[in-house]
C-alpha cells in the first residue's frame, strides 16, 4: 500500500481520494424559508450612518465592512451563539454565516470582539429603534399595550469581589479617628495648629505634608529604610500623613462609584450585588449582575435597557423616557405588575395622559381569609371621607394629627398624614392592633391610596384582565425564551455600556425569531391573545 505524507499545512495538496463536489454556489443550499434570508432583508433596509461615524476617515481600511459584521453578530446571537472564537468558526464552517459575509474573509475572534466593544455600541441602540420602527410599518405593532417586566442577570466579574458602601464608611470613620490623633501629635512637636475637617480633609492632608516637606528640607533630613534603622519624627509624620491620604483618595474614588448604591464589583463596578432567582446553592447568595428592564408589545421586545438598582419601582420612569425618547411615542396602557407600584410611577404615568394597570402590592394578600380578619389594617378600618377619620374595631376614631413629607431614593417628595388613637387605654384589642406603648398611630398617603384603588378598578375590568394575562404570557414569555432557550443567564462583556449593547443585540435576534415564526404559522398582526373561555 503506497503511503502518503500528510505532515505539512496544506492539506489541498492531497487530491488522491477527493474530486471538486457540485454546487459552488452556497445559495442554492439554503432553503427559501430560512430566517437568515429574512434577517439579510431587514438589515438591508436598515440605516448605518452612525455605525460607520464610529470608524476613523483616516487609516486603512476595516477588514470586513461593518455591516456585514453587524449582520454575523446578529445573526450569531439568534442561533444561541455569543462567544467570539465560536462565531469565528461559524464564519469558517456555517453556509449561513458563509452566505451573509458575500465572499467576504471570515473575520477572526479580535475582530469580532472589538467590533462589539468598541464600534457597535454607539449605534446598536439606533439600530435596534429602526428595526421596532419597521415593525410598526408592517402593522405588527400598534404602540398601544406596553407590557413591563425586569430580571436579574449576572454580570461577567468575580463573585467575591464585593464593595460595600457602609465598610467603606466604618473605615472611613475609623480612619478619621486615627487622622485627628496623628494631627495632634505633629501640633504638639512643632508647636503648630493644624486641623482635618471631614469636609476639607483632602486638602487640609495636602497641605500639611507641604509643611512637613519644607520642614525636612530645612532640617536636611535624609529619610532611612530597613531593619535596625531609626526614622526620624519627620519620616514618621511624612509617611503616616501620605498613608491617610492615599487611603482618603481610595475611598473618595469608591464613593464615587457606589452613585446610590450600596455595593459594586471590583472586576465589574458597574454592577450590583444582587439576588439572583439561579441560586444553585440555595442559601440567597448575593451575585454581582444586572437589572434588565423590557418592554413587549405583540410579543416582541420594543425597547430594553441596563439598570444597577435593585429593585424595579426606580426604573420605570427612565425606562419610560427612553422610549419616548428613542421612538418618539407614548403608549396608552402601561401594564406591570406590583413590583412597579409606587406613588412616584403612578403620578407620572397619569401626569402624561396614559392609563396604568399595575397590580397592587397586596393584591394577593387581599384575597387571604386571616388578612380580612387582621383589625390592625387600614383596609379594615372603616373610613369616613367628611370627617377623614378611620374607625377602629373598638368603635374608637384614628384623626388626622398631622402631615409630612416623605422623600423617595429617587427625590420625589409624597405627602403622608398622620392618624392618631384618641384613646387606647384599657382597650381590649389592642394586643391584637398595635405593638405601640401608646396610641395607635398610622401613616397614610392619600394620593397614593386613591391611585392604587384605580389601578385596582382598571386591572379588574374585562380589558384589565385580558392585559394582565398577556402580560404574563409576553413579556415574562420573551425572559423565559431569553434566559432558558437561548440560555443567556450570564454576560459576557464588562461595563454597563457594554452589557447593554450585547442585550440590545440579543433582543434583535430574538424579534426577527419572533417575526420568522409568525410569518411561517401565519399570525402575523396579531398583537394580543385572547382569553380562554369554559
Known amino acids: 500500500m503506497q503511503k502518503t ?12 481520494y477527493y474530486q471538486m463536489v457540485l454546487p459552488l454556489n452556497i445559495e442554492m443550499l439554503i432553503p427559501e424559508d430560512d430566517s437568515v ?4 432583508q431587514i438589515l438591508e433596509g436598515l440605516n448605518y450612518d452612525k455605525l460607520y461615524m464610529a470608524y476613523s476617515s483616516f487609516g486603512r481600511k476595516p477588514a470586513v465592512e461593518p455591516k456585514i459584521l453587524f449582520k454575523i453578530l446578529t445573526y450569531a446571537y439568534m442561533n444561541n451563539i455569543y462567544a467570539s472564537r465560536k462565531i469565528e468558526n461559524c464564519c469558517k464552517r456555517d453556509i449561513n454565516f458563509m452566505w451573509l459575509l458575500q ?45 413591563v417586566d425586569g430580571t436579574k442577570i449576572e454580570a461577567n466579574a468575580n463573585r467575591y469581589t464585593f464593595v460595600w458602601k457602609k465598610a467603606i464608611a466604618k473605615n472611613e470613620e475609623k480612619m478619621f479617628v486615627k487622622i485627628q490623633t496623628s494631627i495632634d501629635k505633629i501640633n504638639e512637636f512643632y508647636k503648630t495648629n493644624f486641623r482635618v475637617e471631614k469636609s476639607t480633609i483632602m486638602d487640609d492632608l495636602e497641605g500639611i505634608l507641604k509643611y512637613l516637606y519644607k520642614k525636612k528640607e530645612v532640617e536636611n533630613t535624609k529619610f532611612v529604610h530597613g531593619t535596625g534603622r531609626r526614622k526620624p519624627p519627620v519620616q ?3 509617611e503616616s500623613v501620605e498613608t491617610f491620604y492615599n487611603r482618603q483618595e481610595k475611598y473618595n474614588l469608591c464613593n464615587n462609584i457606589f ?34 428592564q423590557i418592554g413587549v408589545e405583540g410579543e416582541y421586545v420594543i425597547a430594553a435597557d441596563i439598570f444597577d438598582n435593585r429593585s424595579d419601582s426606580g426604573t420605570l420612569i427612565p425606562f419610560l423616557d427612553g422610549i419616548r425618547k428613542n421612538l418618539g411615542v407614548r403608549y396608552k396602557n402601561i401594564v406591570a405588575d406590583s413590583g412597579y407600584e409606587s406613588e412616584e410611577n403612578y403620578t407620572y404615568i397619569a401626569g402624561h395622559g396614559q392609563n396604568y394597570y399595575i397590580k397592587p402590592n397586596t393584591y394577593e394578600k387581599w384575597k387571604k381569609r386571616s388578612f380580612k380578619s387582621d383589625i390592625s389594617k387600614r383596609e379594615n378600618m372603616k373610613y369616613d371621607p367628611v370627617k377623614d377619620e378611620y374607625t377602629c374595631h373598638n368603635g374608637n376614631q384614628l384623626k388626622a394629627a398631622g402631615k409630612f413629607l416623605k422623600k423617595s431614593q429617587t427625590g420625589y417628595r409624597a405627602e403622608i398624614t398622620v392618624y392618631e388613637c384618641e384613646n387606647c387605654t384599657g382597650c381590649i384589642y389592642k394586643s391584637k392592633c398595635t405593638r405601640a406603648l401608646r396610641n395607635r398611630k398610622i401613616y397614610v398617603s392619600k394620593k397614593f391610596i386613591n391611585e392604587r384603588r384605580l389601578s385596582y378598578r382598571n386591572i379588574k375590568t374585562e380589558k384589565g384582565i385580558r392585559l394582565r394575562v398577556n402580560r404574563s404570557i409576553q413579556v415574562e414569555g420573551a425572559f423565559g425564551v431569553l434566559k432558558e432557550n437561548y440560555n443567556f443567564k450570564r454576560f459576557l462583556t464588562r461595563g454597563k ?10 433582543c434583535f435576534g430574538y424579534d426577527v425569531n419572533k417575526l420568522h415564526n409568525k410569518i411561517q404559522n401565519g399570525r402575523c398582526g396579531q398583537t394580543l391573545h385572547k382569553l380562554k373561555t369554559a
Open 37 to 40: 434570508r429574512l434577517l439579510s
Open 497 to 506: 455600556r457594554n452589557v447593554r449593547t450585547e442585550f440590545i443585540l440579543l
Open 103 to 147: 465572499g467576504n474573509k471570515a473575520p477572526d475572534h479580535s475582530t469580532i470582539s472589538r467590533f462589539r466593544k468598541y464600534y457597535l455600541p454607539g449605534a446598536a441602540e439606533d439600530l435596534f429603534c429602526q428595526l421596532v420602527k419597521h415593525l410598526k410599518e408592517i402593522e405588527e405593532l400598534n404602540f398601544e399595550n406596553l407590557f
Open 259 to 292: 452613585h446610590g448604591r450600596n455595593s459594586y464589583s471590583k472586576t465589574d463596578p458597574d454592577a450590583t450585588f444582587m439576588h439572583m432567582k439561579e441560586d444553585h446553592m440555595r442559601n440567597s447568595q448575593l451575585k454581582p449582575g444586572y437589572n434588565v
Open 236 to 238: 514618621k509624620f511624612i
Open 5 to 16: 505524507n500528510y505532515q505539512h499545512k496544506n492539506y489541498t495538496e492531497i487530491r488522491r
